[in-house]
């Protein structure tokens, strides 16, 4: 889960920095910007419907899955703002949308602009990917506390061996292939 959640942010971010270059694009680039948001949307539904489902899996337990799905949400809350805010937010001067946008007018006077576009592309690129690998910590602490939070709805005994990191203790291993 950890590995989609993180490639998921990654593609998201990529299609945010192709998405800039593609909004001066006229009709091409605002049919592109309706499609992403069709799929923006269709991930949302299927979002709804996993957490959905996930939850009627626990049977009568299925409020404690609810529990768990609603502390997930507001332990990952802090970092996924702080993930946008440096990597997609317009009003911030510095995040990486922003220094994308500034990059890929400034290529315009470039005598290569191709080539000069390429360049802010992948510097916008790893700038997301360093916004993601600073809030990466946190969302992983988040999943094993979910994961943690389902085993114990499940009625499944945990070790007590101390995660890595784990402030605190407060996350403990899982049995291997539970979730």
């Known amino acids: 889960m950890k590995r989609t959640a993180v490639v998921g942010i990654v593609v998201l971010g990529m299609s945010l920095g192709l998405a800039a270059s593609t909004a001066q694009a006229g009709p091409v680039g605002r049919c592109i910007g309706t499609a992403r948001?069709?799929?923006?949307?269709?991930?949302?539904g299927c979002n709804a419907t996993l957490q959905s489902d996930v939850v009627s899996c626990f049977g009568?337990?299925?409020?404690?899955a609810q529990t768990c799905i609603g502390a997930d949400t507001s332990c990952k809350?802090?970092?996924?703002?702080?993930?946008?805010?440096?990597?997609?937010d317009?009003?911030?001067p510095q995040s990486c949308r922003s220094q994308l946008q500034v990059g890929l007018t400034a290529c315009k006077s470039d005598p290569d602009p191709s080539a000069?576009?390429?360049?802010?592309?992948?510097?916008?690129f790893e700038c997301r990917q360093a916004c993601l690998d600073a809030q990466k910590p946190a969302l992983d602490d988040c999943g094993d506390a979910f994961r943690m939070c389902l085993a114990g709805c499940a009625?499944?005994?945990?070790?007590?061996?101390?995660?890595p990191g784990s402030p605190s203790s407060a996350?403990?291993?899982?049995?291997?292939?539970?979730?």
Do not use: E, K
């Open 60 to 64: 009568p337990g299925g409020q404690c």
């Open 37 to 44: 948001q069709a799929r923006r949307q269709c991930v949302q």
């Open 116 to 124: 000069c576009a390429d360049r802010a592309r992948l510097i916008g």
């Open 77 to 88: 809350g802090g970092p996924l703002q702080r993930l946008n805010t440096c990597a997609n």
């Open 155 to 163: 009625g499944v005994s945990t070790t007590t061996t101390t995660l």
């Open 90 to 92: 317009p009003t911030n």
């Open 171 to 179: 996350f403990l291993a899982a049995p291997a292939g539970l979730f």
